[in-house]
């Protein structure tokens, strides 16, 4: 490690590498059925066709898009629950886009001054692929992400 003029300056092997990704946006909506029952749907597009790695385009990503759909039952105490279909940057053996599936759920405590969710997700997908040695395995997908929230709300005014 060098500095100059007060920057730091790391010495290495490895080439620069530029990366540019493209926005994403997500669409969502929600409805109220009852004062305690909300379901949602929510799509998040998924631009890969425009990744760039040094100025080229990498050939084998396809855009797609990731489908959520929820239900969140109760009014200061909240369960939710609901099903996830994510496009995943992964090939199977035809080199097609895989669409990993997922099951939420989750809880949240609501007060006029802070909210604190806890919840998870888990994924699940199987399919055939190609492996650099020209043989075929069956590859099984399962991960579990649990995550939790607080989040507290400040009233003031200027």
Partial sequence: IEKEDGQIKYETELPDERWAFPAYYNLGIAYRLAP???????????PWEDVKHDGD?????ESGGSYRLGVEYG???VFRTGFVVERQSELDIDLEPVNFNGITAG???????????????FYFKSFDELK????YYEFHFRQLTLFASLIYSLDFSL
């Avoid at 305690?36 to 998924?46: K, M, P």
């Avoid at 385009?57 to 990503?61: K, N």
């Avoid at 650099?132 to 043989?135: C, E, G």
Wanted: proline fraction near 0%; glycine fraction near 8%.
């Fill in 36 to 46: 305690d029952l909300l379901i949602a749907a929510e799509y998040q597009n998924r």
């Fill in 57 to 61: 385009e990498l050939y084998y990503l």
């Fill in 75 to 77: 009014t200061d105490l």
């Fill in 107 to 121: 809880m949240g405590y609501k007060t006029t001054d802070f909210i604190l969710d806890l919840g998870g997700v």
């Fill in 132 to 135: 650099a040695s020209d043989r």
